[in-house]
T-cell receptor, first 111, second 113 residues
Framework: RKEVEQDPGPFNVPEGATVAFNCTYS??????FFWYRQDCRKEPKLLMS???SGNEDGRFTAQLNRASQYISLLIRDSKLSDSATYLC????????????FGDGTTLTVKP | SAVISQKPSRDICQRGTSLTIQCQVD?????MFWYRQQPGQSLTLIAT?????????ESGFVIDKFPISRPNLTFSTLTVSNMSPEDSSIYLC??????????FGSGTRLTVV
């Protein structure tokens, strides 16, 4: 079993749709969690951190369920520019700095 | 957040040769990381580079193949040695530049022929 597993995708949705991605992690001692976005042929960029209380940034909502060891990302009112690969990232220790990446979920938003 | 400049952005190299990739951070960072990303796959950590000590390599990666330098808190290099076509990949450096998340260099797209 992989340390971090994501929905395989791809997700193809129309503009304006709401789409949700899930990610599970195997190590219950994991400390910090992130969603990154990677555009084609570009480097990953931090989209948002994921907090236990859940957090929202505009159309994006991230949630963490420690008991079930999963993280979610919800995108509302999808835009064409949201098309990208979304990477779930888990850190064992915020000070150690070593991240484990999921394989990513590809989202394509169509007109 | 900090900016990481990575170069070269791409290269085509002959098998058996070596390529050194450089990353420059515009602020001091304790740890830098080197990743490899095969086409269509996620990132795999090669090693963690700390200033003043030898890099720590992940399983499947060795210093002779991927020597790393970290001469100061803003700079690191990764060398891909004795390259073969299987080394063709995107190589990315990153650093933790604030309390949350990491910043990446723009990547080096390496093709070995």
């Amino acid at each position: 079993r992989k340390e971090v597993e994501q929905d395989p995708g791809p997700f193809n949705v129309p503009e304006g749709a709401t789409v949700a991605f899930n990610c599970t992690y195997s190590n219950s001692a994991s400390q910090s969690f992130f969603w990154y976005r990677q555009d084609c042929r570009k480097e990953p960029k931090l989209l948002m951190s994921v907090y236990s209380s859940g957090n929202e940034d505009g159309r994006f909502t991230a949630q963490l369920n420690r008991a079930s060891q999963y993280i979610s990302l919800l995108i509302r009112d999808s835009k064409l520019s949201d098309s990208a690969t979304y990477l779930c990232v888990v850190n064992m220790d915020t000070n150690a700095g070593k991240s484990t990446f999921g394989d990513g979920t590809t989202l394509t938003v169509k007109p | 957040s900090a900016v990481i400049s990575q170069k070269p952005s791409r290269d085509i190299c002959q098998r058996g040769t070596s390529l050194t990739i450089q990353c420059q951070v515009d602020s001091q960072v304790t740890m830098m990381f080197w990743y490899r990303q095969q086409p269509g796959q996620s990132l795999t950590l090669i090693a963690t580079a700390n200033q003043g000590s030898e890099a720590t390599y992940e399983s499947g990666f060795v210093i002779d193949k991927f020597p790393i330098s970290r001469p100061n808190l803003t700079f690191s290099t990764l060398t891909v040695s004795n390259m073969s076509p299987e080394d063709s990949s995107i190589y990315l450096c990153s650093a933790q530049t604030d309390n949350y998340g990491y910043t990446f260099g723009s990547g080096t797209r390496l093709t070995v022929v």
